[in-house]
């Protein structure tokens, strides 16, 4: 434009005769940027955070909390509710570490208080769950609280340390005369120490205040098998599952039960269910991977899940013997699965829990599979004769295999005998943590 308007100057105040020609330059497309996306605040990451939580979508919502995080590194909720989605995820040590930075950032948060110290028992450190109830407990307007003198019964009994633990529930008692998880907690510190009888009269107090808890009849039927009334034991179960269908500790129970019995399949539909609600019992998945290989006989794939679910158990637990070797035997079902089955075989035979007898069936199947691994690289080779025939599939004999199920049986609470058994995977206490509630992320104030 700007030679354009010089052109015209010179035409209008000039004495030369004749005309200049102009040309006009071509002008580019404008090309007009897109606008930038408006950067959602804080208050409403947080919003959509809770909104994707409620729908499930956990690694959504993780992201959205994380980046609120990032922007206020001193929020406990933000840190409470990322602490949250990983104990719904199963990973119990990411959990700890949010819940220990939010208990940092708020001493008082009572939400963190209660899930720190479960995910403590979880991970069998009692001790800390201990000593962070009995810290919260001190603070006077604490020290009555029900639900952290409840969570301390819990911890004191899973430690061993029955007579506070008595006390502790007494405690509850003697001020909320009418409260069933104090009735639950003492019901099973009786339990533990043997005395089913008054276990199940404590458990009947529980029932007459709350007739809809499901937890009361889980306790039931756990004191039922001891009791070697198997039957009454399901059906406690059963009652539990009917009144609330997603209740995984009764789930896992009936699971335990059809395991024991070797009604694998049965087993596998009730176990897959109760873990997927709750992915931090290590118990959970052991059973869930026992049902899976007691059926690797007739669909090897089976036994390649129940190798994962072995090391689902690893992952909560790592040094669950039973999941290591569980893995090595699972895993060996089927080719794909033989690299891993040969490396926890071989851990397997180093720990101090393997026999020397198993240390010999160990020996023997890795030769196998190094044997079958070798002739099936060699039957993938086509000798240089054959190069135009159609290569033949390799095969790898008859399974060396079949009998894994009874390798593993000793594993397996219920393969001794028809009958079941209640060692093994020990049955699910589902009610007996008085408990912190539900994991839930806290609602973003107005």
């Known amino acids: 434009m700007k030679s354009i308007r010089i052109a015209a100057m010179v035409v209008a105040g000039s004495t030369v005769v004749g005309c200049t020609t102009v040309k006009e330059e071509v002008k580019p497309d404008v090309v007009v940027a897109p606008p930038k996306p408006v950067e959602k605040s804080s208050k409403e990451l947080f919003a959509d955070s809770v909104k994707a939580f409620d729908a499930g979508k956990l690694d959504e919502a993780k992201e959205g909390f994380s980046k609120v995080a990032a922007r206020a590194p001193n929020n406990a909720v933000v840190q409470y509710n990322l602490g949250v989605i990983a104990e719904r995820q199963g990973k119990l040590t990411e959990a700890a570490g949010f819940y220990e930075t939010a208990h940092k950032l708020d001493p008082k948060h009572k939400g963190t208080l209660l899930n ?5 028992r979880l ?24 639900e952290l003198n409840n969570n301390l019964t819990v911890a004191y009994r899973l430690a061993k340390k029955y007579a ?33 009888r008054l276990a199940e009269f404590i458990s009947a107090n529980a029932k007459k205040l709350d007739d809809k808890d499901p937890g009361v009849y889980n306790n039931l039927g756990l004191i039922y098998l ?5 039957r009454a034991a399901l059906g406690q179960f059963q009652k539990a599952v009917s009144l609330n269908k997603d209740f995984a500790p009764s789930l896992f129970n009936i699971g335990a039960m059809s395991l024991a019995y070797r009604d694998y399949e049965g087993a596998e539909k ?6 997927e609600l709750d992915p931090t019992s290590y118990e959970g998945f052991l059973a869930y991977a026992w049902a899976l290989d007691g059926q690797k006989g007739r669909d090897a794939k089976k036994g390649l899940k129940a190798g994962e679910n072995f090391e689902r158990v690893l992952a909560i637990k790592n040094d669950q013997s039973d999941a290591v070797c569980g893995a090595g035997w699972a895993y060996s079902a089927d080719k794909a699965g033989w ?11 180093t720990l101090s829990t393997t026999s020397a007898t198993d240390q010999q069936l160990i020996d023997s199947k890795v030769k196998g599979i190094v044997a079958m691994q070798k002739a099936g690289a060699a039957a993938a080779q086509p000798k240089p004769e054959e190069k135009e025939k159609p290569k033949a599939a390799p095969t790898n004999g008859p399974s060396l295999l079949d009998k894994v199920s009874d390798d593993a049986a000793k594993a397996d609470p219920g393969a ?28 973003p104030k107005s």
């Open 339 to 349: 690299d891993k089955a040969i490396a926890y075989l071989e851990k397997c035979k």
């Open 164 to 196: 506070q633990a008595e006390a502790t529930a007494r405690k509850v008692l003697a001020r909320t005369k009418d409260n069933p998880d104090a009735y639950k907690n003492l019901s099973l510190i009786y339990f533990d120490q043997g005395n089913y």
């Open 123 to 146: 991970q069998d450190k009692f001790d800390a769950a201990i000593a962070l109830y009995e810290g919260a407990l001190k603070d006077p307007a604490n020290e009555f609280d029900v």
């Open 226 to 230: 001891k009791l070697d009334e198997r």
């Open 270 to 275: 009730v176990l897959s269910r109760a873990t």
């Open 416 to 443: 001794a005998t028809e009958q079941p058994a209640t060692g093994g995977t020990p049955p699910a206490e589902g009610a007996a943590p008085a408990p912190a509630p539900a994991p839930a992320p806290e609602k």
């Open 116 to 120: 720190l110290g479960r995910v403590y």
